[in-house]
């Protein structure tokens, strides 16, 4: 079976690496950073993903890893690079990092005798990256020509934190950008054996693909933001309810049910660059991505109009605490970039408000942002205990369980921006206010 190399073992190189080992490759993950290193070798996880220790534990023969480039040259046929592409001010991806790995590859390349190796370029780039400088930078340093001495693939992950495992063993899509077919052929023999479905694989140019990237997520999030707004519509128009319109709208095939939610706004480490690397690169050629720019301005409303909502039923009970529960940008993981609990934590705190925050996994991660300046908790009850409003963020299986034994203000407001919470279980206590509803959302029972 094919050998295999990781390049970057973060929260998706890890996971890649340890999917792929547990599919029957041989794996050697690289990474500069020698905790994650030793973290591997070790057997244990050095991020948290649900099912990745399971993962790693299962596949640890298979599975080893280095700071050594040359050896992931000599030890696989195929590399995948699966680091950091920050966005720049301009909102194009930085490739930084993405050089400084393949330049040690290339050159290790170049003093090995094998006829040919496949590099597969994972990280997101902005389209013409990889045929603009970066298949030029391994042409150089290898003294090799594309195509002969090595392949090139662009093969970005479609994956959310929180479900990479499942996401990447049962994908709806593998896309697939080729230097010629051969490369191509030779990714997607990968692909049969790890994918446990029979995911669409789509093969194209590299530059295609690059679009083919940043468009999908700029799409998701045009369609996220659709939903917004439309929920917002609905907290004003007495009878209306964004879920039974959601659920019409998304039995419709030609625009499904898919993040056609409507709550809080998006967030994580792709959707909002992504989209807005679409619209600068529509911009680099003439083109005014104006729906891109209208979702971006849609998505930072919408913790604004949560604010609103706050504020309107804040009372002086416990001195104007407000609790947030949820502060990663969704659930299972913790991970807190670009979150929308993190964004209303920061917008509640220059209304001068006391703040009190739950989130098993992300709370630590808080930390690192607010120091004191909020108050943590160890349980959704504590919160709902010392805080008269407390606002839902996320869809955490843990906060589906809050009833009435939560309560212990009279009265007690709960913001729900997802729906999640059954209003008949709370008690007579709670002020119930659902993010999307009328009825909910002008919370006739704080009249």
């Known amino acids: 079976m094919t050998k295999l190399s990781v390049i970057g073992l973060g929260k998706l190189g890890v996971c890649s690496a340890a999917c792929f080992a547990y599919k029957g490759f041989e794996i050697i993950g690289v990474d500069i950073n020698k905790d994650l290193v030793n973290a591997i070798n070790n057997g244990v996880s050095p991020v ?87 298949i030029p930078l391994i042409e150089k340093t290898s003294r090799r020509k594309l195509n002969d001495g090595f392949g090139v693939c662009y093969n970005p992950e479609f994956i959310a934190l929180g479900s990479v495992i499942t996401d990447f063993l049962d994908p709806d899509m593998v896309l697939i950008g080729e230097s010629n077919e051969f490369a191509g052929e030779q990714l997607t023999k990968i692909y049969k054996t790890v994918c446990e479905n029979n995911p669409y694989i789509a093969r194209m140019s590299i530059i295609s693909a690059e679009i083919a990237k940043i468009c999908l997520n700029s799409y998701v999030t045009m369609k996220i933001s659709f939903a917004n707004t439309l929920a917002n519509i609905c907290e004003a128009i007495p009878g209306a309810n964004i879920d039974h319109i959601t659920k019409a709208l998304g039995a419709d095939k030609r625009i499904s049910p898919y993040y056609l939610k409507g709550g809080l706004g998006y967030g994580g480490p792709c959707f909002p660059r992504d989209n807005r690397a679409f619209a600068a690169f529509a911009e680099k050629y003439g083109i005014d991505a ?12 919408q913790v604004k109009h949560l604010v609103d909502l706050a504020l309107d039923h804040i009372s002086a009970t416990n001195d104007g605490m407000i609790s947030v529960l949820g502060i990663a940008y969704k659930p299972n993981t913790p991970v807190i970039e670009e979150s929308p609990g993190i964004k209303l934590v920061e917008a509640l705190l220059k209304r001068n408000l006391k703040v009190m925050v739950y989130d098993e996994l992300a709370s630590d991660n808080a930390k690192v942002i607010f120091g004191d300046r909020i108050i943590y908790s160890t349980s959704a009850k504590e919160c709902l205990s010392k805080s008269s409003v407390c606002i839902v963020t996320t869809m955490t299986d843990e906060f589906k369980k809050i009833d009435g034994s939560y309560i212990a203000n009279d009265p007690t407001v709960v913001i729900d921006c997802w729906r999640i919470l059954e209003p008949s279980r709370l008690g007579a206590k709670v002020k119930y206010i659902a993010v999307g509803r009328f009825d909910y959302g002008h919370c006739t029972a704080c009249a």
């Open 48 to 134: 948290y993903e649900p099912g990745l220790q399971e993962l790693i534990t299962s596949a640890k023969d298979k599975l080893k890893a280095t700071q050594d480039y040359k050896e992931a040259i000599n030890a696989s046929d195929t590399t995948f690079f699966i680091v950091p592409t920050p966005s720049n001010e301009d909102g194009y991806f930085s490739n930084k990092y993405l050089i400084s790995a393949l330049r040690p590859l290339a050159a290790a390349l170049k003093e090995s005798n094998k006829a040919y190796h496949l590099f597969v370029i994972t990280s997101t780039v902005s389209p013409g990256s990889v045929n603009g400088s970066l």
């Open 290 to 301: 104006k729906l891109a720019k209208a979702t971006d301005e849609v998505n930072g409303f």
